[in-house]
């Protein structure tokens, strides 16, 4: 269950060089488990697990008349958690499964800011640089949901 807001806008042809779009929304997600069976092996405890009940997304595009392009994107979550063992099952036992053995782990509340600049070349071609979550320092974190700095580079054709 959840609900989602989003507001845009668009502004053309400012200084006649350049239109602007914008996008913001957020997302509210209640991801628990609905059910009185908490002993479920399908989920370790009352919630979903990397369901951020919180989630806040930003994206910018600045069009420019040479064809140039260049979009800012970014998202924030929070109370997004994961499932730790807490403790170990007695081996070779006829115990039964249990949540009990999981305890919930908050994640980092990230925020991933990602950048692409693209240039459009004659009528039917596109060459790009992009860079995703580039506020990523490279320090493995298993509690950070995000997979890191990343650059792409490439081009697109249309026939």
């Known amino acids: 269950q959840g ?3 989003t507001l845009s806008s668009v502004i053309e042809k400012i200084a006649g060089i350049v239109d602007i779009s914008s996008s913001l929304s957020y997302t509210y997600t209640r991801a628990e488990q609905m ?3 908490h002993d479920s092996n399908v989920n370790k405890g009352d919630k979903v697990e990397n369901t951020p009940e919180h989630m806040f997304t930003a994206d910018f595009r600045f069009d420019f008349i040479s064809g140039t392009s260049l979009n800012i994107s970014g998202q924030h979550t929070r109370n997004q958690i994961m499932y730790a063992m807490k403790s170990r099952p007695t081996p070779n036992t006829d115990t039964p499964y249990s949540n009990d053995y999981f305890e919930a782990v908050e994640l980092h509340n990230p925020v991933m800011i990602n950048t692409k600049l693209s240039q459009k070349l004659f009528e039917n071609f596109d060459l790009f640089v992009m860079c995703k979550n580039i506020f990523d320092d490279y320090n493995a974190d298993p509690f950070n ?3 890191g ?5 490439g081009g697109s054709a249309e026939f």
């Open 145 to 147: 949901p995000g997979a």
């Open 149 to 153: 700095r990343m650059f792409s580079f």
């Open 3 to 5: 609900v989602e807001l």
């Open 35 to 37: 059910s009185n069976d």
